[in-house]
């Protein structure tokens, strides 16, 4: 080895060591596990903590249709599936199952990560708690229910904000920067000290930025108020009164700790497909009201707020929901996940679409371009 190669080695390992020092006393040792993993994914429930959601003591299987199954994908809908590398996609209407496909050893039973489709869940269970007295208003100021949001601007902060994503808190929504908030929060060990860190830099209500630090706060605002985590509130109030065929499950941040309440629900397409069936039916389940129709009815409309990257009114956007007011004469609801997880409701026609996999499309209008080609495809097979 010349001098040269040395020297550059032994710079090259000092430079190591000055960066590992460096993490640890940044307190940022997350981010080993972050490079190692490289990106989130849609079987990560096998590298964290989860805590299970169990399916209903007596499950309400779908109906199958007359013709389940039997209806044919257009050409592009597949395309699209090797393309985005889907894993599940089923369409649920009236109520029965109208198709399923599954892809890469994937079945009706496989766990797969929802991803922000949990930011959905957790509007839900905000509406269940309200509806139950847990919470009294979602106007109630956040520090009624946390302490670190009782003084500064931070008390300013409102249940109803979180859920328009308009809270002015200083969270940055970077996935590809392992030294973002966003990346500690998913790999990192402690979310309730992340979320004491957080600031209110802006006025809340006044612009839509999406920040999946919204809904963590959401999550622990529910803890506060139902006195129960999330996982097993969602099990009492939600997963277990849809008839849930499957366990879930929810990823916490440290053995017995807080669930990541902005992703991280696991669980399969035919019951997730429970979740816009729901709304579809305006919070009622085989007749029990399990969250309110006027909470439902919020929760997809709009918020008007400026959205913070175009300067317009937000349309696209709710109670933690995405909408789309006008698709080609239809209105469209859904939840969604980074990796093109989604739960798509079309009123008009009395359908939900559910679509699992590993990537996604570009996006157009703050939509991903997937999201209309599956409604196209489903509306040509479904006339």
């Given amino acids: 080895?010349?001098?040269?190669?040395?020297?550059?080695?032994?710079?090259?390992?000092?430079?190591?060591?000055?960066?590992?020092?460096?993490?640890?006393?940044?307190?940022?040792?997350?981010?080993?596990?972050?490079?190692?993993?490289?990106?989130?994914?849609?079987?990560?429930?096998?590298?964290?903590?989860?805590?299970?959601?169990?399916?209903?003591?007596?499950?309400?299987?779908?109906?199958?249709?007359?013709?389940?199954?039997?209806?044919?994908?257009?050409?592009?809908?597949?395309?699209?599936?090797?393309?985005?590398?889907?894993?599940?996609?089923?369409?649920?209407?009236?109520?029965?199952?109208?198709?399923?496909?599954?892809?890469?050893?994937?079945?009706?039973?496989?766990?797969?990560?929802?991803?922000?489709?949990?930011?959905?869940?957790?509007?839900?269970?905000?509406?269940?708690?309200?509806?139950?007295?847990?919470?009294?208003?979602?106007?109630?100021?956040?520090?009624?229910?946390?302490?670190?949001?009782?003084?500064?601007?931070?008390?300013?902060?409102?249940?109803?904000?979180?859920?328009?994503?308009?809270?002015?808190?200083?969270?940055?929504?970077?996935?590809?920067?392992?030294?973002?908030?966003?990346?500690?929060a998913y790999y990192g060990s402690d979310l309730k000290k992340v979320v004491r860190r957080l600031e209110a830099v802006e006025e809340p209500g006044r612009k839509f930025s999406y920040k999946s630090g919204d809904t963590q706060v959401l999550g622990f605002v529910l803890e506060a108020a139902t006195g129960q985590n999330l996982a097993d509130y969602a099990e009492e109030k939600l997963w277990r009164p849809l008839g849930a065929e499957q366990k879930a499950e929810w990823s916490i941040d440290h053995p017995l700790g807080n669930e990541k309440a902005y992703c991280c629900f696991f669980s399969n397409a035919r019951d997730f497909a429970r979740i816009g069936q729901l709304y579809l039916q305006n919070g009622v389940w085989q007749g029990d009201t399990l969250v309110s129709p006027e909470y439902v009815q919020a929760s997809i409309t709009p918020s008007g707020l400026t959205d913070a990257n175009t300067g317009k009114p937000t349309t696209h956007y709710g109670y933690q929901w995405w909408l789309l007011p006008d698709y080609k004469g239809q209105f469209v609801f859904y939840a969604r996940g980074i990796l093109g997880q989604y739960i798509i409701v079309i009123p008009e026609k009395e359908l939900v679409i559910v679509r699992l996999g590993k990537k996604r499309g570009e996006r157009q209008d703050s939509h991903p371009s997937e999201v209309m080609a599956m409604i196209d495809a489903v509306n040509q097979m479904v006339p």
Avoid: C
């Avoid at 000092?14 to 993490?23: K, M």
């Avoid at 007359?66 to 209806?71: P, S, V």
């Avoid at 395309?79 to 009236?94: K, Y």
């Avoid at 839900?124 to 208003?137: D, F, P, R, Y």
């Fill in 1 to 184: 080895m010349n001098r040269k190669t040395k020297r550059f080695g032994i710079g090259f390992i000092l430079v190591l060591g000055l960066a590992a020092a460096w993490l640890h006393m940044a307190d940022k040792n997350y981010v080993y596990k972050a490079l190692y993993h490289n990106f989130a994914d849609i079987d990560d429930n096998l590298i964290f903590h989860q805590r299970k959601i169990e399916a209903a003591e007596t499950p309400q299987p779908w109906p199958l249709a007359t013709n389940y199954n039997q209806l044919s994908p257009p050409k592009e809908l597949q395309q699209l599936h090797e393309q985005l590398e889907s894993v599940a996609f089923v369409v649920v209407q009236r109520d029965s199952l109208l198709y399923e496909q599954y892809w890469d050893g994937y079945s009706e039973e496989s766990l797969s990560n929802s991803f922000s489709v949990a930011k959905s869940i957790v509007s839900i269970l905000v509406g269940i708690a309200l509806q139950e007295g847990a919470i009294q208003s979602i106007d109630q100021p956040v520090g009624y229910f946390l302490p670190e949001f009782k003084e500064g601007a931070k008390a300013k902060v409102t249940i109803r904000h979180l859920l328009w994503m308009s809270s002015g808190l200083n969270w940055d929504e970077s996935y590809a920067n392992p030294l973002s908030v966003t990346t500690e």
